[in-house]
């Protein structure tokens, strides 16, 4: 090669493999430090759109989950309310039992009808004062639970009912003849027998409901179980595409800073060759 003053070509050889190897060291460090593989556009574009794609579909399935765990918590509500239904009707079933007896005398068929009368009350609160997250809980309109993957394809909701409750109307559920406490009383023996029986078959009616309510529940769960698997599949699928390979990242860290160190040398080797030149002039 002619000795020349006017460029130095190795010099500008060594000085693009070092801008190129800079460069590689750069992308090497910005993937150890966030972890992923994708954090430019340049770096890929496709596998970038793939993986926002997919950020959607977890971000909305992921409230998705937690729109069935609030109706599922809507429903529990209603099922505990029914539990303690249960329990002062089966108190209201010792009390009719007590005042069909012959032998109760007018003033203890008065107080155990006053106690009957207070649990009817009672009854009647559980279904007008129950709520849920500020909204009544036994109030007759569907709920829906609105569960999506973020694309309109795989959108669905899931209608969920409770019925209204007092002592007027016991039993909700669809084929549920609803049982009238409202008119019932203690204060002989014949009314109380006549309470006993509309009492029975109110425990028998907020049972059936209870199942119903406890099959929207399974319904939810299943749905939240189906949802959280989703997530984990899709979770797993954009980390596939997104995720730095560390391993062979730190290699390649390694790699780029023993090029940058030589290529800084050979640049400071080549820049003194064109000093050979000198020695022609002495």
């Not at 109110?202 to 179980?225: F, K, M, P, Y």
């Amino acid at each position: 090669m002619a000795l020349s003053i006017l460029n130095n070509i190795s010099s500008l050889a060594a000085e693009n493999q070092l801008s190129i190897t800079q460069n590689s060291l750069q992308k090497s460090l910005a993937e150890l430090s966030s972890g992923s593989r994708i954090n430019t556009g340049a770096d890929d574009a496709a596998g970038l759109a793939i993986a926002d794609g997919l950020q959607a579909n977890v971000t909305a399935l992921t409230q998705s989950a937690q729109n069935a765990t609030d109706g599922l918590g809507m429903l529990q509500v209603a099922d505990g309310s029914l539990a303690q239904v249960t329990t002062l009707l089966n108190r209201a079933v010792t009390l009719a039992t007590e005042a069909s007896n012959g032998t109760v005398s007018t003033q203890q068929g008065a107080a155990l009808d006053a106690e009957f009368q207070s649990i009817k009350a009672e009854i009647d609160r559980i279904g007008s004062n129950t709520t849920y997250n500020g909204q009544a809980v036994f109030s007759g309109n569907a709920s829906d639970v609105y569960l999506t993957d973020g694309t309109s394809g795989g959108s669905s909701s899931i209608a969920v009912t409770v019925g209204t409750l007092s002592s007027a109307s016991i039993g909700f559920s669809t084929g549920l003849t609803p049982v009238d406490l409202s008119g019932d009383d203690l204060l002989s023996a014949s009314d109380a027998q006549t309470a006993l029986t509309d009492i029975s078959n109110a425990i028998g009616n907020v049972a059936a409901d209870r199942g119903t309510l406890g099959a929207s529940e399974n319904r939810l769960q299943s749905a939240s179980d189906v949802i959280n698997n989703q997530v984990q599949n899709l979770t797993s699928a954009e980390s596939s595409i997104t995720s730095a390979d560390m391993g062979q990242t730190t290699s390649d860290l390694s790699k780029y800073s023993i090029l940058e160190q030589t290529g800084i040398a050979a640049l400071q080797q080549s820049n003194q060759m064109q000093q050979a030149v000198l020695k022609l002039l002495q």
